[in-house]
């Protein structure tokens, strides 16, 4: 466990707060909003490992300029707030944001170094994978904003938003345990260090580690999303079957115990589980949203955008 790393409660008070400084002159200022929204970097022994946003901070930034044009209104400032109050917490620590990129080793800046201890990230198709993420999520808002406004707009568009930043960082941005398995510690670099486990070319343990983290990781962000999906409606075919029963079985009213399901899904289940060596969930292009393509998915007509549950390495 780590004791440094921030609460949901921490991250829901720097949203609130950026957006606070970002109105008190009675305009949005952007670009102040900027500075104050972003977490800063925590150390691990060989290195700093930052927060990644599925809505990133320029998505969330003109998101509220359109709900705060001009002269910042109260009305415009509560829509402001909810908003930020649901896409604020959702943050991964980068470390365990790794992936293979060809025929190497890659992650998000944060994760994976040429040397320890330096900003000498290794970072392979980030940018093209944080930019198409970001264009996917812009469009999950304006299907929103084409048919509701106000609070409804806000709250509602947030939810959709987080859901398709967390799909689509689990798809293009999490390798499972079985890549890692299959190609191993590969890279041009002659080094690669981990900010939490050091050399993993160097050391078998430190991989095996490492490997641990980012899948067990994804299997959990699988799982939050799915219940997050289940709870919004209308994307609900994108859950596959088995993560769709376990979660309702563990259903109190609107809430799902996420944790609940996850460990009676370990302990209980005894059907085929997903082994594949790359991520099978379905691709939705940039230009589509969750609830457009549902049918397709509950058709079988095209993938789901979450893939069938994997068992978890402990």
């Known amino acids: ?30 670009k102040g909003f900027g500075r104050a929204y972003r977490v800063p970097a925590r150390k691990k022994k060989y290195g700093g490992v930052g927060k990644d946003e599925p809505v990133r901070t320029s998505t969330v930034r003109r998101t509220l300029a359109r709900m705060m044009p001009g002269t910042v209104k109260p009305k415009g400032l509560r829509e402001a707030e909810e908003f930020v109050d649901i896409v604020s917490p959702l943050r991964i620590d980068t470390d365990r944001l790794v992936w293979y990129q060809g025929n190497g080793l890659s992650g998000h ?33 304006d299907e929103v904003a084409a048919k509701e406004t106000g609070l409804t707009r806000s709250i509602l568009g947030a939810h959709q938003m987080a ?46 580690n490492m490997a641990k983290l980012v899948h067990n990781s994804r299997e959990t962000l699988k799982w939050q999303t799915a219940s997050q999906m289940l709870g919004l409606g209308g994307m609900d075919d994108h859950v596959p079957p088995v993560m769709k029963a376990y979660l309702a079985k563990h259903k109190t009213g609107h809430t799902y115990d996420v944790g609940t399901a996850i460990d009676d899904f370990e302990k209980n289940y005894s059907g085929p589980v997903n082994t594949a060596k790359t991520s099978q969930a379905g691709a939705l292009d940039t230009s589509e949203t969750l609830r ?23």
């Not at 320890?116 to 970001?134: E, F, L, M, P, V």
């Not at 457009?292 to 402990?314: E, L, M, V």
């Open 1 to 30: 466990m780590d004791l440094d790393a921030p609460t949901v409660t921490h991250l829901k008070k720097v949203g609130k707060k950026a957006l606070f400084r970002s109105t008190a002159s009675g305009k949005f200022l952007g």
């Open 109 to 141: 800046p944060g994760a994976l170094k040429k040397v320890s201890n330096t900003n000498q990230h290794i970072a392979h198709g980030h940018g093209r994978k944080d930019r198409a993420r970001a264009q996917a999520v812009q469009k999950e808002f």
């Open 292 to 314: 457009a393509t549902n049918a397709g998915a509950a058709a079988g007509g095209r993938k789901r955008a979450i893939s069938d549950a994997r068992q978890f390495r402990r």
């Open 163 to 208: 859901v398709r930043g967390q799909v689509e960082t689990v798809r293009t941005m999490m390798s499972p345990y079985a890549e890692f398995e299959d190609k191993g510690a590969v890279g041009a670099e002659s080094k690669i260090f981990h900010s939490a486990f050091g050399d993993v070319k160097a050391d078998a343990t430190s991989f095996e």
